[in-house]
């Protein structure tokens, strides 16, 4: 947990696309950049890569809406406007 503590604060992150390890560290990244209001977070945007495999590498730097497989990644609509009230 205290390595992925460290590389959610990092500047860019390098992971595996089908890693629950990886997909935990870009969700804690994608809270810091809603946070922080780092560019591309309005649209669920983060610096984050995927190592493997080739074609998925810029997935985190796109906006993607939720699909199949589920546990292998994180998606925009899990932090995006996470602290807006809820209106009645």
Known sequence: MLDQLIASKART?????????????????????????????????????????????????KYTPIRRPFFSREFPVAWRDIDKSIEA
């Open 13 to 61: 992150f390098v992971g595996t696309f089908h890693s629950t390890f990886t997909g935990y560290i870009n969700r804690m990244r994608a809270y810091h950049a809603t946070q922080r209001k780092l560019p591309g977070h309005e649209m669920g945007i983060i610096q984050s890569f995927y190592f493997n495999p080739d074609h998925q590498k810029d997935a985190m730097r």
